[in-house]
């Protein structure tokens, strides 16, 4: 009985405190949608509006003016794409051929695969703009899209995932059949890397659809840039009304939101289970 | 012994591979014949790797023996940069600057982390809300929410301030204060790591065998020992993962003192007096504010020997795990466990 309490009451007090952290983990969710719902007089009022307010087409509507909003969110949402695709494509080529696949060089052509995601990217910052400025390609979507086609911690976590789960059978059975490797990758290695797939495509999604150094420096024409670099240009020119720029910043995210919480559970679980293997 | 044999014990062979003739009975293929496939597989990694990888690193230490503002003729100018950077107190105030936010961030952050994944490990009812709840920071835009949060520490009339206004205490400088400044920027990244690295520990927990517990209770060990002997050894890999992790992503803070303090119209970064300034966001600004192109060069080259050095001792201790990661499957045994 005392037992069964004690339990009861760890239970109410771990609840309490997961509860108290989603509280302050949502909240700047909930003030975003505050403050981009009234006006920026009313947030920095003594005592501030706390409630949802009136005011939100209004905001949007002059970050439409404010910014070309459709244009930085074509961009991003071209960039985001042809990296994921390219990634994909690249990645899981590159990782069925580790897994699988004996070749001369495999063991040290991996060794520079997992070295090369040791360095710092911004060691590389400044020559590799100015590599880009060479090929002419600076403030053009190749920029976003070229360098991150193919990386070597998809090539790493896919391989992991090859190893485990493509059948050693499957592969023969299919090179009996005829197949050849890039067959053998289509027709047996793609439908198995699936769920991999599916984690690798929305962690470079996010991954490129976030970023921001890179295209702040590369994106150099301000009337084409990404959303997350436009929101940013948003603040420095209207810095007096914030709640039009947050309701920039809200609208910058909720595409985000909506994809995550479609394919939340997966890849959350494929994050933690990635982690476990280093 | 090749890298990819070691789940199953034995590795595919390549069609016509010479261990095992193909089934039509031919002879083997020619080794380029055999291995061009797997080559093409590889090659778009190396070739992307070479153009703009191994090329713009080798040309930054060119670069950074160059004084170049990125239009006119590059002039050599021997060791200047790097005579310079060891002088440059704007350089050091922004590596004490970026070891301080990361220890004020990871250091409550691994804390809170354990916390929430401990709560996490015993709660039974309603774990898929709660770890879709912690996640949803990690994936928003760093950019968005750190202009919320930024509005939220704003020293005039910010909520935060507000609140303190509120119960009759003076307000933070959260944006004007050297010390406040970096404890903003803390926050927004531990309010973004933290249930990352939650569900990652949350992993670690549910990872240690249930028998383990089992025993401790038998030999009769109590909550808090069973908490201290046996949950936190066991969850050492977990967070050294977190710890380097966080080491890392620490060195490289950028967007969240970017955004948080604007370069103004002198190109200053970081806010009043630099005191956010971070290494890459002082890299920023020499070579993309001032085209001091050679001189960001030399700072890249700074920002890598830190991490270097950090990676190291990250690397020590982890210890012998490097076997692990690459799959062959070979532990060091006994020579690890001491």
Sequence with gaps: MRAETAARSRTIVGHAVLLLGVLITIFPFYWMFVMASNTTGDIFAYPPELVPGPHLWENMNKVFDGIDFWGSMGITVVAATSVTFLVLLFDSLAAFAFAKYDFPGRRVLFWIVLATFMIPMQLALVPQFVTLAWLGWVGSLKALIIPGAANAFGIFWMRQYAQGAIADELIQASRVDGAGFFRQWWTVGLPVLRPGLAFLGIFTFFHIWNDYLWPLIVMTDPGKVTLQVAVQQLNGVYTTDQSMVIAGALMSVIPLIGVFLIGSRHFIANLAAGAMKF | ?338
């Design chain 2, 1 to 338: 012994m090749g890298l990819a044999d070691a789940p199953r014990g034995k590795a595919v062979k390549p069609r016509g591979s010479a261990a095992k003739p193909p089934p039509d009975g031919s002879r083997p293929l020619p080794g380029w014949r055999r291995y061009w496939p797997m080559y093409t597989a590889v090659s778009p990694f190396f070739i992307l790797f070479a153009v703009f990888g191994v090329f713009p690193v080798g040309f930054s230490v060119y670069l950074s023996f160059m004084s170049w503002d990125g239009i006119g003729e590059t002039r050599s100018i021997g060791w200047d940069n790097y005579a310079y950077l060891v002088t440059d107190s704007d350089f050091w105030q922004s590596i004490g600057n970026t070891l301080i936010i990361w220890i004020l961030s990871t250091v409550p952050m691994v804390f809170l982390a354990l916390v929430i994944a401990y709560a996490l490990h015993t709660a039974v009812r309603f774990k898929a809300f709660y770890r879709v709840a912690y996640f949803v920071p990690n994936i928003t835009s760093i950019v968005a929410m750190t202009l919320v949060l930024g509005s939220v520490f704003s020293d005039s009339s910010g909520l935060l301030n507000s609140a303190l206004r509120a119960i009759n205490s003076g307000g933070v400088g959260w944006l004007s204060d050297p010390w406040a400044m970096k404890v903003s920027v803390a926050a927004i990244t531990i309010w973004r790591w933290v249930g990352y690295n939650a569900i990652i520990c949350l992993a670690g927990l549910q990872a240690i065998s249930s028998d383990v517990f089992e025993a401790a209770k038998v030999d009769g060990a109590n909550n808090r020992q069973t908490f201290f002997r046996i949950t936190l050894p066991m969850l050492r890999p977990v967070i050294l993962f977190v710890a380097v992790t966080s080491t890392i992503g620490g060195l490289q803070l950028f967007t969240e003192p970017q955004v948080l303090f604007p370069v103004d119209d002198n190109g200053n970064v970081g806010g009043p007096g630099g005191e956010a300034t971070t290494i890459v966001l002082y890299l920023y600004q020499q070579a993309f504010v001032f085209n001091r192109f050679g001189y960001g060069a030399a700072v890249g080259w700074a920002l890598f020997l830190l991490i270097a050095v950090f990676s190291v001792i990250n690397w020590r201790l982890i210890g012998g795990r490097d076997e692990d990661a690459i799959g062959t499957g070979k532990r060091k045994g006994k020579s690890r466990a001491r």
